[in-house]
């Protein structure tokens, strides 16, 4: 199971401007013209669009929670249906299409506004149980340090269930992950 959270603007720092734009038509030749005389009757503008669009810019804040003990469990038969190399490489591709996502944004308008990452700093918590990993949104001023108590508490029940890794870059959070590939595998829920 994969979840995520919108990604919101941090209130006190993230702004959204309009920005007025004109697009000019990329046939000026004669068929343009031709097509332009067709048109007329229905006062149709084919050289110029004219229109505003949103720019935002700020400090974004993203959660997501990632359940991967269920790579391939059937939940109506409650048996796993591959064998722990197909839960492997699924694994993997899982781990690696997350850090695609970050290193690599995609979205609405993208192609006209791609965005300028400038910095990525956060906390990947993960378990080794079936218990869940803490999760707290940046947008609260203590995060990290509720993260860290939270893992704190969840390891007291369960000692050295909760990893905590902090990062301050996208290569930090791409090292995090290349970690998580290279050293562990989804563990299989008892049924």
Known sequence: MAEFGWVVGVPEVTTTESYFHVKYATERGTAAREAAAAEGARKANLQQAIFHRPASSGIYAVVSHFEVSRIGFNDINR???????????????????????????????????????????????????????????????????????VANALNRLHPGAVTVRS???????????CDLVDASAPFTVAV
């Open 79 to 149: 048996r796993y249906v591959l064998d722990d190399e197909s839960r492997r490489v699924r694994y993997r591709a899982l781990l690696e299409s997350i850090l695609y996502t970050f290193v690599q944004p995609r979205g609405a308008m993208r192609a006209t506004q791609f965005p300028h990452v400038v910095a990525m700093k956060g906390i990947v918590s993960y378990t080794t149980e079936v218990l869940p990993a803490p999760t707290i949104s940046p947008l609260s001023e203590t995060w990290p340090s509720e993260i860290e108590r």
């Open 167 to 177: 990062f301050d870059s996208l290569a930090d959070f791409a090292e995090i992950i």
